[in-house]
């Protein structure tokens, strides 16, 4: 029993060690000063604190190679260059999360065999192999399940960025400006990652020449965002056709409102139905509480 303690206390040490290494290390304390005060120099001899650990650099690295030999084979589905896009995300990260959880998920049903077998408990080596097969697979996946979860907020968040850019566009086109400038004035307003994507992307577009309308059709569909292309879409007929744009502007801009306040009350009551059985169950367990002590009676006077 000592052991089976010993050796517990071992791997939740281990664990912990793993974790610690992950994290990116703390800024020194002449770093930190000399962030707050300009006067005082920063040592040059200090190493770089957001430099990767051993660990976190193998892990990198692996990643690294399995992105690569994944784009080489064109195993990389098409949905997942949105969902890295909209969460700033690289595939080589994702994959090097995977590495890591797969590798711990298939060495920890192993060590927890041998040290059953230590405590005096024998068991088949064919359960643990099986459950380290099914761990790592499930650990390989899980990064991407995350990923995946990510993205969907990501993509709620952008397309609330796009309403609000489309109704301070139709503000600049009320104020007299032209639809080129009113899409840059809008997308210079906002302070979110998705309004300085739409900032850059103009701005980039301006540089080479091209029409803003084919730089937010191309980040739309760089970020899978229907909406941008949408947008892309009546901005390029207004300045090729000369088409009122300020009504379907506006309009579209409610339509965005409308969609996310149903899927707001939509998840709100999948929330609600979600915790119907932890009530149920926490009632149940309130009543046996209230009535285990006169069943115990009834059932002491038989």
Request: glycine content about 12%; some cysteine.
């Amino acid at each position: 029993m000592t052991l089976i303690v010993l050796a517990s206390t071992g791997l939740g040490l281990g664990l912990l060690g793993v974790v610690a290494a992950l994290r990116p290390a703390q800024d020194p304390i002449a770093v930190a000063l000399g962030r707050v005060d300009r006067s005082v120099p920063v040592p040059t001899e200090v190493d770089d604190p957001t430099a990767p650990s051993g660990l976190e650099r193998h892990t990198r690295g692996a990643g690294t190679q399995l992105s690569a030999a994944l784009r080489r084979r064109g195993w990389v589905p098409e949905r997942l260059e949105p969902e890295l896009a909209l969460t700033g995300t690289s595939l080589e990260a994702v994959c090097g999360q995977a590495v890591l959880a797969a590798g711990v998920a298939g060495v920890l049903p192993p060590f927890c065999w041998a040290l059953t077998g230590l405590g005096g408990m024998h068991l088949s080596f064919i359960v643990p192999l099986w459950v380290s097969l099914v761990g790592s697979a499930c650990g390989a996946a899980f990064p991407f399940m995350i990923l995946r979860s990510e993205a969907k907020v990501a993509a709620r968040c952008a397309r609330r960025v796009v309403g609000t850019y489309l109704d301070l566009v139709v503000l600049c086109l009320a104020g007299g400006m032209g639809i080129e400038g009113a899409l840059h004035a809008a997308a210079e307003v906002g302070v979110d990652p998705v309004s300085h994507r739409l900032a850059a992307a103009l701005q980039l577009a301006r540089d080479c020449g091209e029409t803003p309308w084919s730089a937010l059709a191309g980040l739309g569909e760089e970020l899978g965002i229907g909406e941008l292309s949408e947008l892309a879409a009546a901005v390029g007929l207004a300045g090729t056709e000369g088409a009122r744009i300020r009504a379907t502007l506006s309009s579209k801009a409610s339509s965005i409102r409308r969609h996310e306040l149903a899927d707001a009350e939509t998840e709100a009551n999948t929330v609600t139905e979600r915790l119907f059985l932890p009530g149920v169950l926490l009632l149940v367990g309130f009543l046996l509480f209230i009535g285990y002590p006169a069943f115990s009676r009834i059932a002491a006077g038989f």
